[in-house]
């Protein structure tokens, strides 16, 4: 509730008749400021307060369009963090650190304390102008007397970002709720901090909501962030709903789980801890189970593992737009030191190769069975000294097509000495053939002869 506050100051609408004020309670500090008092040293005075500094923090707000910002501090009762509503201030607004000119005051009757912690919204009116101003706050408990709090304290820089708004523009209608801990609106217009969004940022924008303590939205405009320490960096109606999800940028994105990233448009990190990014596709495109890395990318994918002096990329593979499998490096003028290969010979190291149905040990007993050779064996046997852990496609492509090729010239030679065999044979049946022509026409003549003689 604000109000202006009886007792503590003379109540004069004109700031240039305010006095430097004196607090009913003086006496009860021995002479020494509140701002260094212990309780120890209060006589008469039934709480001690005092206000943390170091916690100040002022920022930006609409509270008055224009002119308006909330002020955030932390207030101690009796040496303990204050809490309660039964707490009145009234907040002055002075030209000098003592003594000077007041240029008006705000009085509230009933501020919200928290651990400690409070936030008031407070309007002076067109007063930061380029000069220094500092605050000057008295405090009352339960309708009692006020205290004066000490030193004034300056107040920079976020008030003179209020003249900037009234001369640029920049930001306007930026809303933070009321008892919001240590909230950040840095600039631009109709970005809100809700009620519950302790200690979270919005840096700029337009119509961005952040409703998540910790959380962060950079700027954009129709973002969302409500996740506890969730970030959307900007783009246009991104929301982070999980606790620590990050929506990169981008344009209609979604991250639901926690710990799970969004990016692109319209991706949508719906299980926890998973990376979704798509590509420029008026689509949804989610992942499928939590922990999942899942990329929409139409125009292909590739990954560059090595550079050369000048940055280009010659190492690496790809995905080709529409393609399924995974493409390397192949290219002749990426190559050296060709040699020739004895096919037959990695043929016949190949044949010896152990191949075995197996499982990983993370798979489960009822999961279908692997079928190939361990890295051990086969780095053994065609690639001495690398890795013996793993095998790359590349690596067994190239034995494959080695292997395919040495059957071929056995099959080949195999086949030239067939048909040696065959023309010899063939040589050797005609030979036959004449022989057993021959022997059919003696047969014949002797048949006749047989046939022709007479009997006695």
Known sequence: MRAQLPNPKSKIRNPNELRSPKSEAADDYQGDELGRCSPLAIRRSSFAMLLLLSTLNLQLSTFAQGTAFTYQGRLNDGGAPANGTNYGMVFYLYDAPANGTALGNEGIVSVTVSNGLFTVPLDFGSQFDGHSRWLEITV?????????????????????????VNLSAVAENNNIHSGVASPTIGGGSNNIIQTGANFSTIGGGQNNTNSGSWATIGGGKFNTSSGFYSTVAGGFFNTARGAYSTVGGGYINTAIGPDSFAAGTQAQAVGDGSFVWADDHSFPFSDTVPNQFAVRATGGFRFVTGIDVSGNGIAGVRVAPGGTAWASISDRNAKKNFAPVNGEAVLEKLAAL????????????????????????????????????SISTLEFDGIELAAIQGLNRKVQDGNQRSEVRIQKLEAENAELKQKNDSLEKRLDALENVVRNQKPN
Do not use: C
């Open 354 to 389: 152990p191949v075995q149905f197996w499982n990983y040990k993370w798979e489960s007993e009822t999961d279908t069975p692997h079928l190939g050779p361990m890295a051990q064996d086969f780095k053994a046997a065609f690639y001495p000294g690398r890795d013996d852990k």
């Open 140 to 164: 009352q408990k339960n309708g009692g007397s006020f205290t004066t709090l000490s030193p004034r304290q300056p107040i920079t820089p976020a008030p003179y970002a209020i003249t900037a």
